[in-house]
């Protein structure tokens, strides 16, 4: 920020350093564990490189919360940790300590050493019936697909296909929460929130293992 | 707070010095995590958090003293300002926290020494104002009603900062270079 007063200074401040990398390193790791101490870090977040793109995972103190493709929004994760100010706290912090069970499974399941996440999970974002639909889906074992139709069907809405669409876009959790394996009764893989590349990529190596 | 963090933490080294800057940014941020759903709607944050900071400083200064700190009064070190375990410590100790900190602030392209000498040797409402007013940005308004006073005390404080550190503080001869 610059500003008329900085130029009446001259460079009288010239010595103290605009950013301070180092300093701030230190003082971030402080502030988490002063906010953790203190019961306020709401939301603790944290990115993972993956095969399908670096996800956004964000937990409450409740469980995970949120996992984020970077294209799932026009203003990629900085968006959706906007989201996650406005709809549960704006106590948002970089940490990624309590993401560490998380961290570990989703990188065994990228390994194909995973086949089901053993998570807790915070449902908070996702109401109503697309909750109902992220709950079923979660009973959708690995290597296997449902159509949107037999998802409709299982929540006892069987007409409610397009709604069963709307929920697995809207899903918080992709990945963790297999929205992946809900396809169209063509057998095509149909849109997926993290794009067709990704639903293709989750696919297939759930096949593959 | 990645926005604002270095900003304020220009403003902690310019107002309590390198040795307890880091722990002034920290319970600054640190209140203002607790605090934050009690930010008004249409405060600017570098105020508010300029607020907290100079609360913390106060309070500090407060805990560490035997006897109570007229605004305005010249503290004997900025470390009084902001820590008074180190205080009652002595002037040479510093907690584990802060040799963390002294540790980089060796390196002199970090911080330069000369400058907090000067600034130290400002009367602290002076060093608050110059601070407030030319590493935060913040109007004069806003700096009275953190400091108390007025708009015009607040201007004459910040002015007189700045003469003081300009004829004490041994200036670079080159020039910016933007």
Redesign the interface.
Known sequence: MMTASDAEAGDLFEALPLRDDMAHGRLHARLVAGAQREGVLDVAYRTLRTPVGTLLLAATEQGLVRVAYDSEDHGGHAAVLADLAERISPRVLEAPERLAQVTKQIEEYFEGRRVRFDLALDLRLSKGFRREVITHLSGIAYGHTESYAQVAAATGSPRAVRAVGTACATNPLPVVVPCHRVVRSDGSAGGYVGGAAAKHTLLSLETAA | ?AEY???V??VC??VVGPADA?DA??ET??AA??A??GLPEDARVEAWLVTIAHRKALDAARAGSRRPIAVGEVPESGRALADGRALTGGAAVTGG?SE??GG?LKDP????G??WDALKALPQRQRSAVAY???A?LPYKEIAAVLGGSTDAARRAAADG?KS??SS?P??TH??GE
């Open positions: 707070m963090g270095p900003l933490l220009r080294r310019a880091e940014w920290s941020f640190l995590l607790k934050y759903p926290r963390e900190a980089t392209d970090q911080w330069d000369d400058l007013h030319y590493l940005g700045i550190l300009r503080y200036r670079r020039e910016r």
